[in-house]
DNA sequence: TACCAGACTATTTTT
DNA sequence: TAGTCTGGTA
């Protein structure tokens, strides 16, 4: 066995400490770039060297991405038994534990995970069904409201115990008939994942003592970001031997939307009064100019422990801010700064990244890209296992394997065209409710057809045949014959073939792809080859890691995905009011400050080189919107920051909201004439500024989010608090005032 | 039953 | 703006 010593001589004294710590709780508070993955990676590698069996230690990760770099990392200083440690993501670890103990409360090991779309069909169906209308009663909303109560642990009998409001209640009858549906299908989602591995552990003593023993040692990073039924799941299996260590970061807590709550990392040394608390705060990531410009973006934020990190490296370049006229100027911008470094040598593609705040903003930058062929590599966006053709392959693979998968048969029923209608399907539901038998069992009855035409018949042997061959095919192991067999035998692939069109050539070559991606998963050593474990690792990938390794591209990535990762330079784009910090946030402290510690996640991804841009006017919804730079940007202080070459700054934006500070002149000065102001340009004047607080007769208070041109007119766009949120209105008819 | 066109509407971040 | 949905028609 290949073992090497571990050098820990050149650990600082915090980190030697956070390594070398014995037993009992450990909270690791480790800031940006604090050597945080080197000091999780020799922990564990010193624990197996001491002796500790690698499959007595849980290591749980924020992204599998990041567990699969851990356990190279941990393989490179133990050799082989890396492979034994129980490392993943929290949603990955539950699964293993229900697919290996769930029947201790009912759970069938066949379960599949539903995925977001297919929650949301299930939701709509089960409104309609229930008499709602889908658009009054929208089942987004009911689902986040139904993951919220899961992540708090809460039985649709618990949350219709507290529910009051209208909709509280609404969505309790829903959230019952989400679960008995869910339940039918042999599916969880998500948040079940989570859910139900805390009730398996409450539930079944024998179980929870199983892993008690098991686990000598369990590790949790990214702690900041846990919620209510993580928090819990690492008590629970830590608490026999007492051997939890948690690494997080409060300033980075980038997930409340999620259910994260920051908090739990408070309640940890209440909960663990003899905890140690170790910080980590020298930084050997970024320069002491790009860390200073950080703090000052996070220290406004008032819920939180006042730290600072600190570098012995040099000062570095100044930050750089660009001012562009239009989102696709900025988009310029960025590329032809890249593409001037990579000419001159200084640096080449795969040294940066552009990060910005929502999906939507990557069009424009992709677009740059692809016109200067300069090589990227875009994150996120549609995902390959979003795209039609895959999720309808994943589908059949699903129904082959989970017969009882209701929602997937719904999906490729009738895909392609079979003959087999809405009114075919609301027949076979009926006489699966009368018979008592499953959707599929209802389509695969002989008695069944003969209420049906001739056709349609003949549309539904074929389908059934092509599932019950692949149930046969599934059986050995290997997914790609099935994969195979569903393509041909469903006419999926004779269909596309048939059409001509370049979409369909582009679904073909997906399909392929998939082809691929399921030959790999064949014949890699470190997966269990069958059906079932293939569909969960495809269900519980994320955009991260799907990233390729380090190829020579720009990385193209939301702010959130660039979470723990790092890189020379850095651009962040859209540093606008409304769009970063986003307008959905504006109106909330809180969410407000969430948005701080997000610019400060972003600003720490980079080591020597940070770019901030903005644009004065941008499209949105189609819609051209001129909107403030963002005060994340006049949170700098001036001797940092330096303005790119070829960009003008104006000296004040277009609208502050009042009181708040303004850039200077920079240096020599002199820009901030050096271009038409954009009110001219424009030719129009608008009624407010953008976060000014306004009053409507009927909506009370708000905070004014965008303001647009309208022909002798303009268009406010207002966040009100509570239930009202966000309304767009013409100002000649609201007759908003300022307050 | 299938397809098309036009209307409509909703805009964050993701395991 | 773009994706989704609905309703009408072939």
Same mark, same amino acid.
């Given at each position: 066995?290949?073992?090497?010593?571990?050098?820990?001589?050149?650990?600082?004294?915090?980190?030697?400490?956070?390594?070398?710590?014995?037993?009992?709780?450990?909270?690791?508070?480790?800031?940006?770039?604090?050597?945080?993955?080197?000091?999780?990676?020799?922990?564990?590698?010193?624990?197996?060297?001491?002796?500790?069996?690698?499959?007595?230690?849980?290591?749980?990760?924020?992204?599998?991405?990041?567990?699969?770099?851990?356990?190279?990392?941990?393989?490179?200083?133990?050799?082989?038994?890396?492979?034994?440690?129980?490392?993943?993501?929290?949603?990955?670890?539950?699964?293993?534990?229900?697919?290996?103990?769930?029947?201790?409360?009912? =759970?069938?090991?066949?379960? #599949?995970?539903?995925? %977001?779309?297919? @929650? *949301?069909?299930?939701? $709509?169906?089960?409104? &309609?069904?229930?008499?709602?209308?889908?658009?009054?009663?929208?089942?987004?909303?009911?689902?986040?409201?139904?993951?919220?109560?899961?992540?708090?642990?809460?039985?649709?009998?618990?949350?219709?115990?507290?529910?009051?409001?209208?909709?509280?209640?609404?969505?309790?009858?829903?959230?019952?008939?989400?679960?008995?549906?869910?339940?039918?299908?042999?599916?969880?989602?998500?948040?079940? =994942?989570?859910?139900?591995? #805390?009730?398996?552990? %409450?539930?079944? @003593? *024998?179980?929870?003592? $199983?892993?008690?023993? &098991?686990?000598?040692?369990?590790?949790?990073?990214?702690?900041?970001?846990?919620?209510?039924?993580?928090?819990?799941?690492?008590?629970?299996?830590?608490?026999?031997?007492?051997?939890?260590?948690?690494?997080?970061?409060?300033?980075?807590?980038?997930?409340?939307?999620?259910?994260?709550?920051?908090?739990?990392?408070?309640?940890?040394?209440?909960?663990?009064?003899?905890?140690?608390?170790?910080?980590?705060?020298?930084?050997?990531?970024?320069?002491?100019?790009?860390?200073?410009?950080?703090?000052?973006?996070?220290?406004?934020?008032?819920?939180?422990?006042?730290?600072?990190?600190?570098?012995?490296?040099?000062?570095?370049?100044?930050?750089?801010?660009?001012?562009?006229?239009?989102?696709?100027?900025?988009?310029?911008?960025?590329?032809?700064?890249?593409?001037?470094?990579?000419?001159?040598?200084?640096?080449?593609?795969?040294?940066?990244?552009?990060?910005?705040?929502?999906?939507?903003?990557?069009?424009?930058?992709?677009?740059?890209?692809?016109?200067?062929?300069?090589?990227?590599?875009?994150?996120?966006?549609?995902?390959?296992?979003?795209?039609?053709?895959?999720?309808?392959?994943?589908?059949?693979?699903?129904?082959?394997?989970?017969?009882?998968?209701?929602?997937?048969?719904?999906?490729?029923?009738?895909?392609?065209?079979?003959?087999?209608?809405?009114?075919?399907?609301?027949?076979?539901?009926?006489?699966?409710?009368?018979?008592?038998?499953?959707?599929?069992?209802?389509?695969?009855?002989?008695?069944?057809?003969?209420?049906?035409?001739?056709?349609?018949?003949?549309?539904?042997?074929?389908?059934?045949?092509?599932?019950?061959?692949?149930?046969?095919?599934?059986?050995?192991?290997?997914?790609?014959?099935?994969?195979?067999?569903?393509?041909?035998?469903?006419?999926?692939?004779?269909?596309?073939?048939?059409?001509?069109?370049?979409?369909?050539?582009?679904?073909?070559?997906?399909?392929?792809?998939?082809?691929?991606?399921?030959?790999?998963?064949?014949?890699?050593?470190?997966?269990?080859?069958?059906?079932?474990?293939?569909?969960?690792?495809?269900?519980?990938?994320?955009?991260?890691?799907?990233?390729?390794?380090?190829?020579?591209?720009?990385?193209?990535?939301?702010?959130?995905?660039?979470?723990?990762?790092?890189?020379?330079?850095?651009?962040?784009?859209?540093?606008?009011?409304?769009?970063?910090?986003?307008?959905?946030?504006?109106?909330?402290?809180?969410?407000?400050?969430?948005?701080?510690?997000?610019?400060?996640?972003?600003?720490?991804?980079?080591?020597?080189?940070?770019?901030?841009?903005?644009?004065?006017?941008?499209?949105?919804?189609?819609?051209?919107?001129?909107?403030?730079?963002?005060?994340?940007?006049?949170?700098?202080?001036?001797?940092?920051?330096?303005?790119?070459?070829?960009?003008?700054?104006?000296?004040?934006?277009?609208?502050?909201?009042?009181?708040?500070?303004?850039?200077?002149?920079?240096?020599?000065?002199?820009?901030?004439?050096?271009?038409?102001?954009?009110?001219?340009?424009?030719?129009?004047?608008?009624?407010?500024?953008?976060?000014?607080?306004?009053?409507?007769?009927?909506?009370?208070?708000?905070?004014?989010?965008?303001?647009?041109?309208?022909?002798?007119?303009?268009?406010?766009?207002?966040?009100?608090?509570?239930?009202?949120?966000?309304?767009?209105?013409?100002?000649?008819?609201?007759?908003?005032?300022?307050?």
């Amino acid at each position: 066995m290949s073992t090497i010593p571990l050098d820990l001589d050149t650990l600082n004294p915090r980190q030697h400490e956070a390594v070398v710590h014995e037993g009992g709780p450990v909270m690791i508070i480790a800031g940006a770039g604090s050597g945080k993955t080197r000091v999780i990676t020799y922990r564990i590698a010193r624990l197996i060297q001491e002796g500790t069996p690698p499959w007595r230690i849980l290591a749980v990760t924020f992204t599998n991405k990041a567990a699969k770099e851990m356990r190279e990392r941990i393989e490179h200083l133990v050799g082989d038994q890396a492979k034994d440690i129980w490392m993943g993501t929290f949603h990955s670890l539950c699964a293993r534990l229900l697919r290996m103990d769930g029947m201790a409360i009912g =759970l069938d090991r066949n379960f #599949v995970i539903y995925d %977001d779309s297919e @929650q *949301v069909s299930l939701a $709509k169906d089960i409104i &309609k069904k229930r008499g709602f209308d889908d658009k009054a009663i929208q089942p987004r909303s009911v689902l986040g409201e139904i993951s919220r109560a899961k992540e708090q642990l809460l039985s649709p009998e618990k949350y219709e115990e507290r529910a009051s409001s209208f909709f509280e209640r609404t969505v309790s009858g829903i959230y019952k008939d989400y679960q008995k549906r869910l339940t039918a299908a042999n599916a969880l989602d998500f948040d079940d =994942l989570l859910f139900k591995a #805390v009730r398996l552990m %409450d539930e079944s @003593q *024998v179980v929870r003592e $199983k892993y008690q023993d &098991k686990f000598l040692h369990v590790l949790v990073d990214e702690y900041q970001d846990v919620n209510l039924s993580q928090y819990r799941l690492a008590d629970l299996l830590s608490s026999k031997h007492r051997n939890l260590t948690v690494v997080g970061d409060d300033d980075q807590s980038i997930y409340g939307w999620r259910g994260a709550d920051v908090s739990l990392m408070m309640r940890f040394s209440v909960d663990h009064p003899d905890a140690n608390l170790i910080t980590l705060d020298q930084n050997y990531r970024s320069t002491q100019n790009i860390l200073k410009g950080a703090h000052s973006v996070v220290r406004h934020n008032r819920t939180r422990n006042d730290k600072k990190l600190w570098t012995d490296n040099g000062s570095g370049e100044l930050i750089s801010i660009g001012e562009t006229g239009t989102e696709n100027d900025e988009a310029r911008l960025v590329v032809d700064t890249i593409m001037r470094e990579v000419r001159t040598g200084r640096r080449s593609y795969g040294d940066f990244a552009v990060l910005y705040r929502t999906n939507a903003q990557s069009r424009a930058i992709e677009e740059a890209f692809l016109g200067h062929q300069v090589p990227h590599i875009l994150v996120g966006g549609t995902r390959f296992y979003d795209r039609k053709e895959i999720k309808d392959m994943v589908a059949y693979l699903r129904v082959i394997w989970n017969s009882a998968d209701e929602i997937s048969l719904r999906r490729v029923i009738n895909t392609p065209a079979r003959a087999i209608g809405p009114g075919a399907i609301t027949k076979a539901e009926q006489f699966a409710e009368s018979q008592g038998i499953s959707l599929f069992d209802a389509f695969a009855s002989p008695t069944f057809e003969q209420e049906l035409t001739k056709k349609t018949v003949q549309g539904i042997r074929n389908f059934t045949k092509t599932i019950e061959d692949g149930i046969e095919l599934a059986e050995p192991g290997p997914i790609t014959p099935v994969l195979k067999h569903v393509m041909q035998a469903s006419g999926y692939l004779d269909e596309l073939r048939a059409d001509r069109t370049e979409e369909a050539q582009a679904r073909l070559e997906n399909l392929q792809e998939l082809v691929n991606v399921t030959a790999q998963y064949d014949t890699d050593p470190a997966n269990e080859v069958n059906l079932g474990s293939f569909l969960e690792t495809v269900a519980l990938v994320s955009d991260i890691d799907t990233m390729k390794g380090n190829g020579d591209g720009v990385k193209l990535m939301t702010l959130h995905s660039s979470k723990g990762l790092e890189f020379p330079a850095v651009f962040l784009m859209g540093l606008e009011e409304g769009v970063f910090p986003h307008s959905r946030a504006l109106g909330s402290d809180s969410e407000l400050e969430e948005e701080r510690r997000l610019c400060y996640v972003g600003m720490t991804r980079a080591r020597e080189a940070l770019y901030l841009t903005y644009a004065q006017r941008r499209s949105q919804y189609g819609q051209a919107n001129f909107n403030p730079r963002s005060r994340f940007i006049d949170d700098l202080p001036r001797e940092i920051v330096d303005q790119m070459p070829g960009t003008t700054m104006s000296a004040q934006s277009f609208s502050r909201p009042s009181g708040t500070p303004r850039l200077e002149p920079l240096r020599t000065g002199g820009y901030a004439v050096a271009e038409e102001p954009r009110e001219k340009s424009a030719g129009w004047t608008p009624p407010f500024t953008v976060g000014q607080k306004v009053s409507h007769r009927k909506f009370g208070i708000g905070i004014v989010v965008a303001c647009a041109p309208l022909k002798n007119d303009a268009e406010v766009t207002v966040a009100f608090p509570g239930a009202t949120g966000i309304k767009k209105m013409v100002q000649s008819l609201a007759k908003l005032e300022s307050v």
